[in-house]
């Protein structure tokens, strides 16, 4: 019993108690036929260590995941997605929230008509598979409107980025923050423990250094509930 | 010591001790630009299950593997490949073998010209992406030759199947066996721990019924050290 009250929450460690949050992490799958997909090498780790830390600061944290191999982070709900479509759609089911962070890699294309049977191989080759854009999952949920979240962030990752790309991309889709990193081979990036970005805000672009992916995850969170509820 | 030496290989439990057997398991992911790529729903486990039945029979067994999730099946040697010419070229290396089962789901065909930076988003919709055939791994282990294995065991997944289709196919690919099975969404087969398959020989189609994947692999291994070394 006294352990129970020294466990309970503060709310100077929990200062998002009674907020709600959306996490999108990890990749989606984009079907061409019943066993043949579209991918991308999210692992999910960086969205999952927000959800996780975001949960303990005290918010009520829905994680919308595409196909990853992950434990669900003690407390937070997960709705378990594949496509680009399927995450939007749950997306919007968890709205209205306080916070949205879209970290998940959604892909930008899916094919225009996946098959209903395995493809053939044929003797035409090359073959081409015909794409389509997807819905932009974070520009949807920026767009002003009595459901915009107070405050959304998002996530860009480029093999060639450059910081101007990324402050031209936080304009574009209309978040309040970017958090852009580079994921090109050499940076080792997707499936690692560390991260390396850059938050880019109105106010400009703050490069972090290399940390691991939990330390990026607590150092977001940490300036979240600042922005949200001040230093209390 | 007296344990050591109840425990020691008895050859009718170990049949195919001093041969040699080359297992391909898995997905292949085949790369659309650095974080983009075709992949498909193979978990692996049929594939994981045999390299471990037939190493429990004695064999000397190379698991050529493309990305899984799955661990190392205990005393056998995994080489892990991502894509399709990555796999056969493993596959050459671990030649010669007396046996060769290619469970794999190798992917048919790759992006003809993969991007070195990540695609990105343009006004034009719908966007076409170029595929050309793979190799053919099964078909190249089958074909005659010295190094041709004693045994070559193939297995042909297909949402469609007609087990006349799993004949002709046998015969096209040039292996010994063919291990057909159902992988429509309905059949439930792909990342599950049950499987329903025939198996196409020379003498005909066998039917199984539907059992675990480790059951599929331990008939097989069974049949495969009875077609080597008889029944002893």
Redesign the interface.
């Known amino acids: 019993r006294i352990a129970m009250l020294l466990a309970a929450p503060r709310s100077a460690d929990r200062p998002l108690i009674g907020r709600k949050a959306l996490v999108t992490a990890g990749p989606t799958?984009e079907p061409?036929?019943?066993?043949?997909?579209?991918?991308?090498?999210?692992s999910g780790k960086q969205g999952y260590a927000i959800a996780a830390a975001l949960h303990d600061m005290g918010a009520d944290v829905t994680l919308v995941s595409g196909p990853t191999?992950l434990p669900t982070p003690a407390g937070v709900q997960r709705i378990d997605v594949e496509t680009a479509r399927e995450m939007l759609a749950a997306c919007r089911r968890a709205l209205p929230v306080d916070i949205a962070v879209c970290v998940a890699?959604v892909?930008?294309?899916r094919p225009?008509a996946p098959s209903t049977?395995?493809?053939k191989?044929t003797p035409v080759?090359?073959?081409?598979?015909?794409?389509?854009?997807n819905p932009d999952i974070l520009a949807e949920i920026s767009r002003p409107g009595p459901e915009r979240p107070q405050l959304v962030v998002g996530f860009a990752?480029?093999?060639?980025a450059h910081l101007a790309d990324a402050v031209h991309k936080r304009q574009r889709k209309g978040c309040d923050w970017l958090v852009a990193n580079d994921?090109?081979?050499g940076a080792d990036i997707?499936g690692s423990a560390e991260n390396q970005v850059s938050l880019v805000s109105e106010a400009g672009v703050d490069p972090w250094p290399r940390m691991p992916k939990n330390a990026v995850a607590a150092r977001l969170a940490t300036l979240i509930a600042r922005h949200l509820v001040g230093d209390g």
């Not at 061409?32 to 999210?42: C, E, G, H, K, Y």
């Not at 080759?125 to 854009?133: G, N, V």
């Not at 990752?157 to 060639?160: L, N, S, V």
């Open positions: 799958h061409i036929d019943p066993v043949r997909f579209i991918a991308n090498r999210s191999t890699a892909g930008d294309w225009t049977v395995k493809l191989k080759t090359p073959r081409a598979l015909e794409l389509i854009e990752a480029e093999t060639d994921v090109s081979p997707f």
